[in-house]
């Protein structure tokens, strides 16, 4: 069974920091890469930094050199982080953690219920 609990977010101002947590339980989580994932009003959700079990990172291009991307895989468990710095209003929004392995799937679509971020001017 899969489950996945996003904490960590808040209200910043630009430039500020937060730091994501997200816990996830299911084997799928442990052999499959993890990402973070942001949703904003009225936009689709996007993938902003992504981790191989190896631990090699990926960012999108709008966070590259502000945000980074770790985890930690325990028994059962994989806990995945985000740290954000230099914060911008266009970093609000809802951020997500899962496995874009199976993301990419048209038919899966379990998602926890995420955590808020929003940057102030």
């Known amino acids: 069974q899969l489950q996945v609990v996003e904490s960590g977010g808040g209200l910043v101002q630009s430039g500020g920091s937060l730091r994501l947590s997200c816990a996830a339980s299911?084997?799928?989580?442990?052999?499959?890469?993890m990402g973070w994932y942001r949703q904003a009003p009225e936009k689709e959700r996007e993938l902003v930094a992504s981790i191989t079990t190896d631990g090699s990172t990926n960012y999108d291009d709008s966070v590259k050199g502000r945000f980074t991307i770790s985890r930690d895989n325990t028994k059962n468990m994989v806990y995945l982080y985000l740290q954000m710095n230099s914060l911008k209003p266009e970093d609000t929004a809802v951020y997500y953690c899962?496995?874009?392995?199976?993301?990419?799937?048209?038919?899966?679509?379990?998602w926890g219920q995420g955590t808020q971020v929003t940057v102030s001017e």
């Open positions: 899962n496995t874009p392995r199976l993301v990419v799937n048209p038919a899966y679509n379990y």
């Open positions: 299911g084997p799928v989580f442990e052999i499959y890469d």
